[in-house]
Nanobody
Framework: QVQLVESGGGLVQTGGSLRLSCAASGRSLSTLGLAWFRQAPGKEREFVSTITGSGRSTYYADSVKGRFTISRDNAGNTMTLQMTSLMLEDTAVYYC???????????????????????WGQGTQVTVSS
């Protein structure tokens, strides 16, 4: 069983920055596929970013490209999302997600679908105000 706990959300003004963290337990992070998703009120959960097991390759939704940076620390069993130049439309609950079933999966396409991830954190609220 994998447990994920997000932290670092909060209230920030437009143009500000936040750093989200996802701490994993129950299984080594190096064996898991990881991604960040977000869900705004009244909207479907959407892909934000994903990172390969080694951390060498990353992929971002167009809406956050150039502003967000994903990273992972397999030794520390954590994943982070550094968010800069935040905009009102970034307001959402942010979730980290993990999957054990990643062998042979197509990078990055497979990792952009929330239905492919079986483990989720409780979410952390990010609110961007003007």
């Amino acid at each position: 069983q994998v447990q994920l706990v997000e932290s670092g959300g909060g209230l920030v003004q437009t143009g500000g920055s936040l750093r989200l963290s996802c701490a994993a337990s129950g299984r080594s992070l190096s064996t898991l596929g990881l991604a960040w998703f977000r869900q705004a009120p009244g909207k479907e959960r959407e892909f934000v970013s994903t990172i390969t097991g080694s951390g060498r390759s990353t992929y971002y939704a167009d809406s956050v490209k150039g502003r967000f940076t994903i990273s992972r620390d397999n030794a520390g069993n954590t994943m982070t999302l550094q968010m800069t130049s935040l905009m009102l439309e970034d307001t959402a609950v942010y979730y980290c997600a993990a999957s054990r079933d990643v062998y042979g999966r197509s990078w990055p396409t497979w990792y952009t679908s929330p239905s492919h991830f079986g483990y989720w954190g409780q979410g952390t609220q990010v609110t961007v105000s003007s």
